[in-house]
């Protein structure tokens, strides 16, 4: 079977870093959301943006497990409306650079429950591709004005994320298994509300430029993208994170760099 997907064409220069900014677990609409920092993150005129779900909180009050009043950070009884509103105010001065967005569990929840999907909405009002619970991204770095110009090529593919654990590896042995059946230069997931990058070294041939073979080595990246939700709260209110136990993270989320010199390009990650 042969999927078709669309590459992402955009504009570079030999030498520059482009930046990345994932957007994961914003979970706005949560008391616990740091908008502060995410609106400072947010404030980048040079970066590119993807999502990868969870960017609503979602949690509405038939939610009898989750719902908390305290947590609820919207006013009035439209938690959907007016969280999607916020998300809309905060993203649409960078609507140009979000390259994909997608879904979560929480999203979904709310779809099923109420036949509505915020994050779809939000992407039409917005006119940013909405790309489903995971997707490929591959995209294309122009360098030069002509047909004859050189370029580079990464592909990504996000996941939101799955699973869970309390352990440091849990992350990584999960995660790792996506490699085998996808093939994909970075691999972004999320979910956990962990931070984590891991390299991993894969070794194999080329045919080169006079037709001989040489091996050569092609790194992948597995990148935990990370959450906008605080572990712990500053009153005597507890967050969901406090009450199923799990580790404290830092706020925010992490920065995919591409340096465009060598083939294929120098990809590191910034937490």
């Known amino acids: 079977m042969e999927t078709l997907i669309e590459a992402v064409r955009l504009p570079a ?113 917005l006119s940013v591709p909405f790309r489903g619970y995971s997707y490929f991204l591959p995209i ?44 994909a230069d970075i691999y972004c997931f999320g979910h956990t509300h962990q931070k984590h990058w891991t390299p991993i070294d894969r070794l194999g041939l080329s045919i080169r430029r006079d037709g001989k073979r040489a091996l050569v080595s092609r790194e992948q990246h597995i990148v935990v993208c990370g959450t906008w939700l605080k572990t712990l709260s500053d009153s005597t209110v507890s967050t969901y994170s406090e009450r199923k136990g799990y580790r404290p993270t830092s706020v925010g989320n992490v920065i995919i760099h591409i340096k465009l010199t060598d083939k294929p390009p120098k990809i590191w990650v910034e937490r």
């Open 140 to 183: 294309v770095f122009d360098v030069g004005a002509d047909k004859s110009h050189r370029c580079w090529e990464i592909t990504i593919k996000a996941h939101h994320g799955f699973g869970g654990g309390r352990t440091l590896g849990a992350d990584l042995t999960r995660y790792y298994q996506d490699l085998a059946p996808y093939e």
């Open 13 to 125: 220069k030999y030498g520059e870093t482009v930046r990345i900014k994932t957007l994961w677990d914003l979970h706005v609409g949560n008391a616990a959301c740091d908008l502060v920092a995410l609106k400072k993150y947010l404030d980048d005129p040079e970066a590119y943006f993807i999502g990868g779900g969870d960017w609503a909180d979602s949690i509405i009050t038939s939610d009898l497990k989750r719902y908390q009043k305290s947590m609820d950070a919207t006013e009035g009884d439209d938690i959907i409306d007016a969280t999607t509103q916020q998300l809309y105010e905060l993203l649409s001065p960078i609507r140009s650079r979000i390259l994909a967005a997608g879904e979560g569990n929480h999203e979904q929840a709310i779809e099923q429950r109420c036949g509505t999907h915020p994050v779809k909405r939000l992407c039409k009002m």
